[in-house]
């Protein structure tokens, strides 16, 4: 059976790469029919665009040599279950953490897969991949109730990150972005949202704390000058999160900004998650994915208008230069693989 998937060639190359894959799957795999994937506007984009640090530093990660494939969040619905295979029938809908493409072949062995609920949509299942990255920077942060939280950059992540963290019991939640369309569903979603060229930000979270200013800065844009602003915005003995992968070097007065202030510098880069459980860290990609979807499912997580396009996969390759050139253009975009009535909310069997 012939299958597709996305495959970067080189810089700014992509082309769709038809493959086989088997009627009938090994002993431990699925076969996975795509309904939607999500494109992520920074890695993956990253990658594509050859803009990724690991182009830069010595012996960068195998994943970014060419041809290497694209796409980590898909959502669709099992069609077919190797002999081996526990707690997954045909029909099931999963999140798979698989390149986009129009099947996959899923190993349960090794690959993140996980059941939709009830009630979540498979753009939600796909969206979930990428608030699971988000919620690794409010585990790392240990946000308690009633601390003020700053989120700098409203993109998918920040989202996530600003959405997560009212739901972990910050007050208020102050989340910065110049794109006006961001700000909007930031807003929607409960967040004090602003616009930074509009208002004086560090006054406005002064004003929010009584002078104290925020306990928690999570900098979700990636780029590194805004480092400087996220230790200046977070209170004596404050924790600054580094969400955003910074691709680049971070001018800072050490002495003033941290040191003085007292401020921990926290790394959370999605791989803290990639672990066994432990006693000390149960918080798994898996257990992470699991609830990113239970919030959905109750509606503790809003999802409306963090899709800004819906295309189709032969418009890929033309919405991937859009997003190089302008990545300000869009929030979230999904590539559809199955009709719209599949990707609606529909009801699943409980796991």
Not at 13 to 31: F, N
Not at 205 to 210: M, N, P, S
Not at 218 to 247: D, F, M, Y
Request: overall charge negative; hydrophobic content about 45%.
């Amino acid at each position: 059976m012939q299958a597709r998937r996305l495959t970067c060639t080189g810089v700014r190359q992509a082309e769709w790469e038809v493959y086989e894959i088997p009627e009938t799957p090994g002993s431990h795999e699925l076969i996975v029919e795509a309904v939607c994937s999500l494109v992520s506007v920074g890695t993956e984009m990253a990658v594509y665009g050859g803009t990724h640090i690991g182009y830069t530093i010595p012996n960068p990660p195998e994943w970014l040599e060419f041809p290497t494939t694209l796409g980590y969040a898909l959502a669709g619905t099992v069609r077919a279950v190797g002999s081996e295979v526990e707690g997954w029938v045909a029909g099931d809908r999963v999140l798979a953490s698989v390149p986009h493409g129009d099947r996959a072949v899923c190993d349960v062995r090794r690959q993140v897969l996980r059941w939709l609920p009830e009630g979540v949509s498979m753009e939600e299942g796909a969206l979930a991949r990428m608030g699971g990255i988000s919620l690794v920077s409010v585990r790392q942060a240990g946000i308690a109730l009633g601390e003020t939280v700053v989120v700098l950059g409203l993109g998918l992540i920040g989202q996530f990150a600003a959405q997560l963290s009212r739901v972990a019991g910050a007050r208020p939640v102050i989340g910065a972005d110049l794109i006006a369309e961001r700000v909007q569903v930031a807003a929607a979603s409960g967040i004090r949202a602003v616009d930074p060229s509009r208002v004086d930000l560090k006054a406005l979270v002064a004003e929010a704390t009584g002078g104290r200013m925020a306990e928690v800065v999570i900098e979700a844009t990636g780029n590194p000058a805004v480092v400087e602003t996220a230790l200046e915005l977070a209170a004596e003995g404050g924790r600054v999160v580094l969400l955003g992968s910074p691709r680049g070097k971070v001018e800072i007065d050490a002495y003033s900004t941290v040191h003085r202030k007292g401020i921990s510098l926290i790394g959370a880069h999605d791989r803290l998650s990639a672990h066994a459980p432990t006693l000390r860290d149960p918080w798994t990609r898996e257990r992470n994915l699991d609830l990113m979807l239970s919030l959905f499912a109750d509606g503790s997580l809003r999802s409306e208008g963090l899709i800004g396009r819906r295309i189709r996969p032969e418009e890929v390759l033309e919405m991937y230069a859009q997003i190089v050139e302008r990545p300000g253009d869009v929030l979230g975009v999904v590539i559809e693989w199955g009709g719209n009535q599949q990707i609606s909310k529909s009801a699943n069997r409980s796991a």
